[in-house]
């Protein structure tokens, strides 16, 4: 929740170097998201979770993905 407030923020104001903030903001919530679905797909044992589990994971590692290709854009 505050990564989307601060994300709003930064649309109006300008904080120095509040792109690699938000970046790293994200990187600590996706990390998060990660290791906890992880433990759900671990302590599951229905199979039909198995696909919203995998699909969970795959959607956070590509927001990893997306914001370290953020903070280490050419800018």
Same mark, same amino acid.
């Given at each position: 929740?505050?990564?989307? *407030? +601060?994300? =709003?923020?930064? =649309? %109006?104001v !300008?904080?120095?170097?509040g792109s690699?903030?938000?970046? *790293? $903001?994200? $990187?600590?919530?996706?990390a998060? $998201?990660i290791? %906890?679905?992880?433990? &759900?797909? @671990? &302590? ?7 696909? $919203?589990?995998?699909?969970s =994971? +795959?959607?956070d590692?590509? !927001?990893?993905?997306?914001f %370290?290709l @953020? =903070?280490? &854009?050419? &800018?």
């Amino acid at each position: 929740m505050d990564h989307l *407030v +601060f994300g =709003i923020v930064l =649309i %109006f104001v !300008n904080i120095p170097y509040g792109s690699l903030i938000y970046s *790293v $903001l994200g $990187l600590v919530i996706f990390a998060g $998201l990660i290791m %906890f679905d992880f433990q &759900r797909l @671990r &302590r599951s044992s229905d199979i039909e979770s198995a696909p $919203l589990l995998a699909a969970s =994971i +795959f959607l956070d590692v590509l !927001n990893v993905f997306l914001f %370290f290709l @953020r =903070i280490f &854009r050419g &800018r």
